[in-house]
């Protein structure tokens, strides 16, 4: 008699539902062929996760996009219960009215976790209704136009927002971003010529990429991880030549807990300027793990931006760097600084790591690794990775390299040759 048991159906609902949420969406729907019983296990899932593999794809784009937003429809014109999650990722699908409709039906569910992102050059614009979804707390959007009504309030519940490509007004990127009291995790992709305020409280990780004229972390006091990467056009170097303040302190000022920092293209160049009238003395005592890449080694306001974060680091343990690959025509000579301009204890005694790459051997990126080796008694290993522009002496470098004293009995420079 137990052989002939239908053990899996007979599981409770929670067990079948947990099982199906697993699979595709396409083909837990299809369970519904497998007997009257299981018709209709699938419409309770609460994760609906939708993409190209939903249809059978052919070579009449028309017909995949009509299949796709039909099997669509039909999931949720059939659903029963909550919808926890539901995430949309094709390449197909174009700006269609149908998704609006479908919006509507998910703001009337109390969607918790919501993605969307049509295929490239497709963007659409939210509904107002889509606001409606108070009970967010994971935000995926690309390629959008976000239009927040008036009386928008904000997503009191969300704490993770990812917005790539998205066409918004400057004031309500800022809002929105405000009144989402329990945010944690920001994630802002190709945004274009942004001047931005960020005041998130329980923020904790922060990824900015895109075409930043200012960028203030303004209430951030929980942040522990930043990454972030700028691109520079006309209008924004034009703006950085003009902008006044210490960009250091208005980025850096309001971070007292941050563990990792990664700065990315033109990242030191934007917290150089007015870096000489900066006064915040913070101490990023939790700082552990810090890059830094394309530093130009021949711009002095971009070294003392370096220097800045690691004498203010001490409990720093691993520190990666990479220089800039476009390099003036000549040396700069001032390397009084590394003699006379520092303070008399410049001790890194946590530090164990250093990688840098891109090296291209000009005088402050030499003095710059004769000081690390100098104030670091407990470094393990400095790996250095030449530019590929060198042609010429390596073997000289290598050698003056290797002659530099180093405080650390344990520590080990490598060199090594990054591929192309």
């Known amino acids: 008699m137990d052989s002939e048991r239908d053990l899996i159906s ?102 918790k976790e919501l993605s969307i992102e049509l295929g490239e050059g497709e963007w659409f614009k939210a509904p107002s ?18 239009d927040p009504p ?31 009291p329990l945010l944690e995790n920001l994630e802002l992709s190709y945004f274009d010529s942004l001047e931005l305020t960020i005041r998130a409280p329980k923020l904790r990780y922060l990824n900015l990429e895109g075409e930043f004229k200012e960028i203030c972390l303004e209430n951030t006091p929980n942040l522990v991880g930043i990454s972030v990467a700028m691109y520079m056009t006309d209008d924004i170097a034009e703006h950085f030549e003009q ?20 700065g990315h293209i033109y990242f030191t160049k934007y917290l150089s300027i007015g870096n000489d009238e900066g006064s915040n003395p913070m101490i990023y005592n939790h700082l552990k793990v810090l890059e830094l890449y394309q530093v ?23 520190l990666l760097i990479s220089g ?5 025509s000549t040396d700069i000579h001032d390397l009084e600084i590394w003699e006379k301009g520092l303070p008399a204890d410049c001790t890194f005694h946590k530090l164990k790591v250093v990688k840098i790459s891109d090296f291209s051997a000009v005088l402050h990126e030499m003095a710059f690794i004769k000081f690390l080796l100098l104030n670091s008694p407990v470094l393990e290993s400095m790996t ?26 344990l520590a080990t420079i490598k060199f090594v040759q990054e591929q192309a």
């Open 384 to 409: 250095i990775a030449p530019s590929f522009c060198i042609m010429d002496g390596k073997l000289k470098m290598l050698i003056e390299l290797l002659s530099y004293r180093r405080t650390s009995p």
């Open 10 to 111: 007979d599981l409770p609902q929670s067990i079948i539902e947990a099982i199906l949420v697993k699979v595709p969406i396409r083909d837990a729907v299809m369970t519904s062929a497998l007997s009257t019983k299981w018709r209709y296990k699938w419409s309770s899932i609460t994760e609906l996760v939708f993409d190209d593999r939903c249809v059978t794809t052919c070579y009449d784009k028309s017909v995949v996009e009509s299949n796709l937003i039909h099997f669509i429809t039909r999931c949720l014109f059939l659903h029963n219960g909550p919808i926890h999650k539901f995430a949309l990722s094709s390449s197909y699908l174009p700006n269609t009215p149908d998704i609006d409709q479908w919006l509507l039906f998910l703001s009337r569910k109390d969607v």
């Open 129 to 146: 209704y889509f606001f409606s979804c108070k009970k967010l707390t994971h935000l995926e959007l690309v390629r959008c136009e976000l």
């Open 296 to 318: 130009s080694f021949e711009d002095m306001k971009e070294i003392y931006v370096v220097l800045r974060l690691i004498l203010s680091s001490p409990n720093l343990e691993q």
């Open 150 to 180: 008036l009386n928008f309030k904000g997503f009191m519940c969300l704490k993770h927002l990812n917005l790539q490509q998205v066409v918004i007004p400057p004031c309500d990127i800022e809002n929105l971003i405000s009144s989402c």
């Open 243 to 262: 902008s006044s303040g210490c960009n250091f302190d208005k980025f850096l000022g309001n971070v007292p807990l941050i563990e990792h920092l990664t």
């Open 324 to 328: 800039s690959t476009i390099t003036a």
